[in-house]
Structures are given as C-alpha cells and as structure tokens.
C-alpha cells in the first residue's frame, strides 16, 4: 500500500495531515514517509527470495541521512558514486562489504578511500581505471575487486540525458572490446576480477528493454567464462521505472491520461528480467535508487499568487527549480494536487516557481481544481533526485526535510537559513 493517500478532503502521509506538516515547518518542504522507504525495499527483497543477491541502494537518488541509517538497517547494500557518498553510507552504517562504487571519473584520492575502508567492488569503467586501480592497490599492499561496466549498446525508452547504455554515452566499455581487457586484467597481480557489471539508465518502464540488457550480460558472461575469465557476480545496475501520474486519485482530480507508467512496479520489472539473469549462474547484484525512494517524498510549498496570463493562468509557489529540478532539467511529469480539495471547477495553469527562468516550472498546461493565494500543494513522487539535486540559485536556502513515522513527524534537516548562504 502506498503512504499518501487522500482520507475524505485531506491529502495524508501514513498518518498525519501534510497541511499539520506546512503549517508547523513551513514551505517549501521535502516530507518522506519512513514506512513507504522500508515497503519499497522489502518488495524488492522479496522478489530475490532464495536467491543469492545484494541490493546496493543507489545513494545518490536520495543521500539523506535519516534515510540512510533507515535503508542500511533493512540489511542491504549501498551504491556509492563519491568519496562523499561512501563516507555518508559508512557514517549511516554500511557494511563495507556490502558497498559498491561506481562513476567514470573515479580520483586517485577516492580509489585510495574506497581501498583503504576495504568496500566490496568497484565498477569499473575504462582499462585505463583498471591500471591505475592496480598501482593504487599495489602501493596500499592490498587487492581491489573490481567488476567491468559493459555499454551492450541498447537503446530505452526514457530522457536522453538519463539513457546510458548506448554506444554514444560515456558509460563502461564495448562489449567488443570486454573480453580482451578482462584478459589483460586478470593478469594484473593487485586486481580481482568478480564479474561484469551494467547500468543502462534511469527510469527505463519498458520490461523488455530489461530482458534485452539481460540476455546480452548472460551471453557475455558464457563467453567469459570460456576464456577462463572468473565470473562470480553480475551486478545489473538500477533504473527501474516507477509510476508518476495519477500517483493519488480522489473523485475531485482530474483523471490523468492513459500513459506507459501505468501500474509500472520494480517488482514486475524484476520479475520479468529475473529469469533470464539467473542464467549467468552467479551472485546477482542490483542498484536501485529511484524505485526504493521516489514515492516516499513530496515537496510542500504554497501558493504565493495567481495571475491572469495569455488563454491561462499561472499558479506562481513559494518552491522553485532550485528546490527540485527535474521538471525544467528532465521535463519530468509530477502530479501537483492541493494538500485539501475543495468542490471547485477545475482550470488550466501552469505551476510555476518565483526564479527568473522560464524554465522554472513544476506544471505546464495542467488541469487542477482551483487553487488561491495561501493554498498549499504537493509536489508528488519527489523522493528521488530531489533535494540531492537542489542549490542556492537565486539565493534561495535550501528547504527543510521531514520524515513522518506514523501518527509522528520531525524534521530531519533544517531549512538553511539566509546567514548560511
Ligand atoms: N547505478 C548507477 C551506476 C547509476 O548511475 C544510477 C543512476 C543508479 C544505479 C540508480 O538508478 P535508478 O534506480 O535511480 O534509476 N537525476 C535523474 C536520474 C539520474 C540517474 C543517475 N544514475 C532523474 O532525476 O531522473
């Protein structure tokens, strides 16, 4: 069961009124619900049930630290992206030997930390890392594991910028050229080869894009293992899909067109792809990040004005794309709903923020009931990629994040003030 939900008029995180929330901590405000975090990981685990797999959550989509300590204490792993990433995971309680680092441009300083906390694996991305890994390793006297990003060069349905399995992105290496680096690789004293690792990119809604991505990693690994190259673990990356629209409905909403996210869960796209990975006979390894958190956040904010445009109206919020940018970087759909509805007509906006950008919006062409100045909305289905993703642009602090426990909340992070700046 998903954690928001309108009980009659009043939109609810588990148990508490999100109007509670606005009115005590003020807006803009990131609230995540603790249970939502917890569900969405057990659904994933339950999936892999008998068999041999390590979920490393994808730090990246939401680094919170309340967040962190929650996921680390569910048994799972982390995938880090930074020296910062790894040194929060560690902090939120990570065993090291559940933590994964990824990223094409690992520094010197971060191979050595990641070396040094003795983390399961890195990802590698260029034979170039694998050298340089090595002489890091040979200098700490020690051995690195690493697994070899392959690009199997296939293409999926999502935004350009967040597609990373094609030939033309920078991520991982060839397919082609996988074999002979693996070759070289093993005979590299400080290296440990575990396996091959791919991440095609970010919400991909599209089962068999998965299975594609899977039955190229399956039939490399066969050809691997015959060139005596150790296969122990496949780690295929994260991306999978959650739903966006109609996240909430009540009789006072407009009905949301039909799209391809409808009934989109992590746990069909895994059960689809499943069967086929399993073929490389090996410890599976996932990433996931968005499909753990995107649903347990919303971003709070008020409206601040109405104004009369050309044939629309827009609804100007005290939140902006400083706060969350994926609307104006990704032209990601968010549904927007008043935190309370009201029997009134429905119009045209668009939901805008208060930066000096046209690009700075939440909504463009948008039915919604009517809303006025001091209403509060909810921006839904921001848990992943929000606050992680936001600045100061225009001087703006950044908000407030509050995690709601039941019939609880607290806020977890403090808005910044205008003295931090
Ligand atoms: N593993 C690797 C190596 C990644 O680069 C990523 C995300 C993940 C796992 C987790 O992917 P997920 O399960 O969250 O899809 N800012 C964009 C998404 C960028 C994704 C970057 N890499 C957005 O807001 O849509």
Redesign the pocket.
């Known amino acids: 069961m998903e954690q928001y939900r309108f009980i009659q008029n009043e939109l609810k995180c588990e148990g508490v009124n999100l109007r509670d929330i606005a009115a005590s901590c003020g807006t803009p405000a990131y609230v995540y619900s603790k249970q939502s975090v917890i569900d969405h990981c057990r659904w994933i685990e339950n999936v892999f049930e008998g068999i041999d797999h390590l979920s490393c959550y994808?730090v990246?989509?939401n680094s919170n630290k309340d967040i962190l300590r929650l996921l680390a204490h569910q048994g799972i792993g982390a995938?880090v992206?930074s020296m910062g990433e790894m040194h929060r995971a560690l902090e939120a309680g990570f065993s090291s030997e559940k933590i994964t680092f990824?990223g094409v441009g690992k520094r010197d300083d971060e191979i050595e930390f990641a070396l040094r906390n003795n983390i399961m694996s890195l990802?590698v991305e260029s034979e170039e890392e694998i050298t340089v890994i090595g002489e890091i390793a040979r200098g700490l006297k020690t051995r690195a594991r690493i697994l070899l990003r392959v690009n199997f060069d296939i293409a999926s349905e999502t935004h350009p910028y967040?597609t990373?399995g094609t030939r033309k992105n920078k991520f991982g290496v060839s397919q082609a050229l996988a074999k002979d680096i693996l070759l070289r690789a093993v005979r590299q004293p400080y290296i440990d080869i575990l396996g091959i690792h791919s991440?095609i990119g970010?919400?991909i809604t599209q089962p068999s894009t998965f299975v594609a991505a899977a039955q190229a990693i399956v039939q490399l690994v066969h050809e691997l293992r015959s060139a005596a190259i150790p296969i122990s673990q496949v780690n295929f990356?994260?991306?999978?899909g959650v739903q966006y629209r109609d996240y909430v409905r009540h009789s006072l909403l407009p009905v949301e067109p039909e799209n391809s996210e409808a009934n989109v869960t992590t746990v069909n796209l895994l059960s689809a792809v499943l069967p086929t990975l399993r073929q490389a006979n090996c410890k599976l390894l996932i990433?996931?990040?968005?499909?753990i958190v995107a649903h347990a956040g919303i971003l709070l904010t008020k409206v601040l004005y109405r104004k009369k445009g050309e044939g629309k109206t827009f609804i100007i919020v005290d939140a902006g794309m400083n706060d969350l940018i994926?609307p104006s970087l990704?032209q990601?759909y968010h549904q927007v709903v008043p935190l309370f509805l009201r029997n009134v007509p429905h119009e045209m906006v668009d939901v805008v923020g208060p930066l000096c950008e046209t690009g700075d919006f939440f909504a463009l062409d948008r039915s919604m009931p009517k809303v006025e100045r001091g209403d509060y909305l909810a921006v839904m289905c921001a848990g992943?990629?929000g606050y992680v993703?936001s600045s100061n642009y225009n001087g703006r602090p950044r908000p407030a994040e509050v995690m709601v426990d039941g019939n609880q909340f607290q806020i977890i992070t403090e808005r910044e003030s205008i003295q931090e700046l």
């Open positions: 994808a990246k989509a995938d992206g990824s990802n967040i990373t991440h970010s919400q990356g994260g991306g999978f990433q996931p990040g968005r499909s994926r990704y990601s992943a990629y993703l």
